[in-house]
């Protein structure tokens, strides 16, 4: 917990001129609420004795000085206020960058067994409960020490008896507060995992709501949620049951004292051993310690909020990525395009089963491979190992006859240029999703690149032309056209190495051929991988590679391995390819 705490406060490091002086106006708001009753004890001990004209200058005096201390608390607590909130929010930015930039970090294989919900919950929630803590923790702790120690002491100057018999409650509640804390430390964990699993089913269900509607299966999708919404609410009822006990525990606790303390003053104001002076300051003192017990309540369930929000926080930047940069990692100051696999195996980690086994392939500069064969044989697997996206369990890949383990991550991945079958438009206009091949391109860049992928003619055909917004995930657009916008977009950036991962099998037949076209403009010149179940895609190629369990069984051109009346011939036959 210790290493926890210690990354938890250098998020304050940044900030440390506002934590301090955030720190100084909570003590000065303290003392204040501190001094104020020993001025009416001064007043009812001292000043009503004083002759009238004495007592009334005594009176307007003090009174300016209470009014001035009313002020100066109200400052203190505007400043904590805004500026300490101001810092939390500031710390929580910090927070959100630092875990979605570790998120950019994470590979594939993180993000498959990873729900949405559940990332976007330690992004939002959780980093929302931290920053209140880490804004209202120290300050309410500072506070309810002053209060209770300034008390404390103050009245022990008044009576010693009374006082001891109104702290004598204080080691309970302390002894109270750490078992129900333990309690309570569970439950809000369960809490968060709960809701993360909440917004995890809601991404999923407002994502494929044209799937849902399709099928008139809203009440399932209610069915589901109400699932996970009851299971939120019975993880709730076990926390609120905790925080029930202690709220009410230390609440009858604060008015015991009150009860106490006014008896027991009572009975010694009746034997002549103390004031009524002395007892209505130690009442207006024991109002001013249930101050600090509610802030130790409210702290106490921020403490659980924000802490297990910061565990959760901290399990995921404690993910150290799988694939990542080698110390002496090289950039190639040419790129040709040969690729060769050597001995590649790869499996998954939760699978013993290898996806890949003992491949050897060479391709060269400029190439037309395409990859054909049932599912599952590991076609997109392939392709996926050249940009890195997992890594080979055994053997190697080269690029240039350089292993790509040994290049810069950042450089391979530019040399590459991949267009799916599933194509993911980012919200906003045609031209910032295509210019996202190339961050830095200009307007007449990005207009060329959609001339090339034959996509500039219907882009025009938009009342706002490259400024039409695409809707989220480009949903104002048919999957042709998404289609061209993503060849654009990898036209922009101008790669040597090709993939295409199936990825005209979604279109129909018209848009399908207008795709194909773009695809054989891009493909000129580069080393281009095909992932294809029709042979409209594959028929050119210069070599077709057919994939089985046992790796790859035949290879040739279309003619070739029709001719072998083989696997690829049988594919053919039963209309699998076509």
Do not use: W
Not at 50 to 73: D, H, K, P, T
Not at 167 to 178: G, H, N, Q
Not at 259 to 277: H, K, N, Y
Not at 339 to 353: L, M, P, Q, R, T
């Amino acid at each position: 917990m210790g290493e926890k705490l210690k990354k938890l406060f250098a998020y304050y490091k940044p900030y440390k001129g506002l934590f301090y002086s955030d720190m100084v106006f909570a003590i000065l708001g303290a003392a204040v609420t501190l001094v104020i009753p020993m001025i009416v004890r001064y007043i009812t001990n001292e000043v009503v004795y004083f002759g009238a004209s004495q007592a009334r200058q005594a009176v307007l005096v003090l009174g300016a000085v209470m009014l001035g201390l009313v002020a100066l608390e109200m400052f203190c607590n505007f400043y904590i206020a805004y500026f300490g909130h101001i810092m939390g929010a500031k710390m929580e930015a910090n927070m959100r960058r630092d875990i979605f930039g570790h998120y950019q970090k994470l590979t594939f294989a993180f993000y498959d067994n990873q729900k949405v919900g559940h990332l976007l919950s330690r992004i939002t929630s959780d980093l929302f409960d931290i920053s209140e803590l880490l804004h209202h923790g120290p300050e309410d702790l500072v506070i309810s020490v002053i209060k209770m120690v300034g008390s404390l002491v103050i009245l022990l100057t008044v009576n010693v008896k009374l006082a001891l018999v109104a702290f004598i409650f204080i080691p309970l509640m302390v002894i109270f507060a750490f078992y129900t804390n333990r309690k309570m430390k569970v439950a809000f964990k369960r809490n968060r995992e709960k809701i993360g699993e909440i917004n995890s089913q809601i991404e999923d269900s407002l994502s494929g709501i044209r799937v849902v509607k399709s099928f008139a299966n809203e009440n399932i999708e209610m069915k589901k949620f109400k699932v996970g919404n009851d299971n939120f609410v019975k993880a709730k009822r076990m926390s609120y049951k905790y925080m029930a006990i202690y709220n009410s525990g230390l609440g009858a606790m604060s008015t015991m004292i009150t009860v106490v303390v006014l008896i027991s003053g009572v009975g010694m104001m009746m034997l002549g051993r103390l004031a009524v002076t002395d007892l209505i300051t130690f009442l207006l003192y024991i109002n001013n310690l249930t101050d600090p017990v509610k802030k130790l309540v409210a702290l106490t369930e921020q403490f659980q909020n924000g802490y297990s929000g910061f565990e959760r926080f901290l399990e995921i930047m404690s993910i150290a990525p799988d694939i990542a940069d080698e110390p002496d990692a090289v950039s190639l100051p040419e790129v040709k395009g040969n690729i060769g696999f050597k001995n590649v195996s790869f499996y998954y980690e939760d699978k013993n089963k290898k996806v890949l086994d003992n491949l050897n392939l060479k391709v060269e500069a400029g190439d037309y491979i395409a990859l054909v064969g049932p599912s599952g044989v590991g076609k997109t697997t392939l392709c996926s190992l050249i940009p890195r996206f997992y890594e080979v369990s055994e053997g190697g890949i080269y690029l240039d006859g350089t292993d790509i383990r040994h290049i810069k991550l950042d450089e391979l991945r530019s040399h590459i240029g991949i267009v799916q079958q599933d194509v993911y438009l980012f919200a906003g206009s045609i031209m910032d999703n295509i210019r996202y091949g190339k961050p830095g391109a200009t307007d007449e860049e990005v207009v060329r690149a959609a001339r090339n992928a034959n996509a500039h003619e219907f882009i025009m055909e938009f009342p706002e032309g490259y400024d039409t917004d695409v809707g989220q995930r480009g949903v104002k657009l048919s999957g042709g056209q998404k289609q061209r916008l993503s060849i654009a977009r990898v036209f922009l950036r101008n790669p040597e190495v090709l993939i295409f991962d199936e990825a005209t099998s979604a279109l129909d037949n018209e848009s399908e051929h207008v795709v194909q076209q773009s695809m054989e403009s891009l493909s000129k010149n580069r080393t281009t991988f095909v992932i294809a179940h029709r042979l409209s895609t594959i028929r050119n190629a210069g070599r077709i590679l057919v994939l089985t369990e046992n790796g790859i069984a035949e290879q040739g051109t279309h003619e070739e391995l029709l001719a072998k009346r083989g696997i690829y011939a049988g594919l053919y036959d039963a209309n699998i390819v076509k």
